[in-house]
């Protein structure tokens, strides 16, 4: 079983849509959690962190259920703009662990 | 403006030769890592490091090498490339002591013929 797992996708939606991703964990000691997003043949970049609380930035909602291991990341209001893989990262101890990643395709 | 930077930023090679990948980071960070990502597919952590001196083996198998002999510099060599090695090779950085997560370079896209 790998340490992060994510749905692959292809999510594809249409322009103005919600979607939500999921990710899962299996190292329940693990400290900090991100999601960074990746566009095609570029480096990956952070998105946001996710915190225990909650977290909002615009668009873009992350949770995290510890109980459950699990994160995840509503985008709202979907743009073409957002187009891209969005990898799941989740950090113990210092040791980044990066999920597959899940890839979104946003259509007009 | 970037703060860790990759050089080449693409390079073809033909096999059998000698090359190395720049990776230089101005953040004073103590980590750095090399991936290795083929297209569309999950990075390969291949080798990181704690700090000067230090460097470890990743998960997956290479037959590159590391140093830091500068906390600012993290240079990765193949001896002899060969085909196989074909793939997009990202350096990263982070903080040791708190975790805001990573910062990657723009890659080095290597081909080898």
């Known amino acids: ?108 | 403006e970037a703060d860790i930077y990759q050089t080449p930023r693409y390079l073809v090679i033909g096999t059998g030769k000698k090359i190395t990948l720049e990776c230089s980071q101005t953040m004073g960070h103590d980590k750095m890592y090399w991936y290795q990502q083929d297209p569309g597919m999950e990075l390969h952590l291949i080798h990181y490091s704690y700090g000067v001196n230090s460097t470890e083996k990743g998960d997956l198998s290479s037959e590159s090498t590391v140093s830091r002999i500068r906390t600012e510099h993290f240079p990765l060599t193949l001896e002899s490339a060969r085909p196989s090695h074909t793939s997009q090779y990202l350096c990263a950085s982070s903080e040791y002591r708190q975790n805001y997560g990573y910062t990657f370079g723009s890659g080095t896209r290597l081909t080898v013929v």
């Open chain 1, 1 to 108: 079983r790998k340490e992060v797992e994510q749905d692959p996708g292809p999510f594809n939606v249409p322009e103005g849509a919600t979607v939500a991703f999921n990710c899962t964990y299996s190292n329940s000691a693990s400290q900090s959690f991100f999601w960074y997003r990746q566009d095609c043949r570029k480096e990956p970049k952070l998105l946001m962190s996710v915190y225990s609380s909650g977290n909002e930035d615009g668009r873009f909602t992350a949770q995290l259920n510890r109980a459950s291991q699990y994160i995840s990341l509503l985008i709202r209001d979907s743009k073409l703009s957002d187009s891209a893989t969005y990898l799941c990262v989740v950090d113990y101890n210092n040791d980044m662990r990066f999920g597959a990643g899940t890839r979104l395709t946003v259509k007009p």
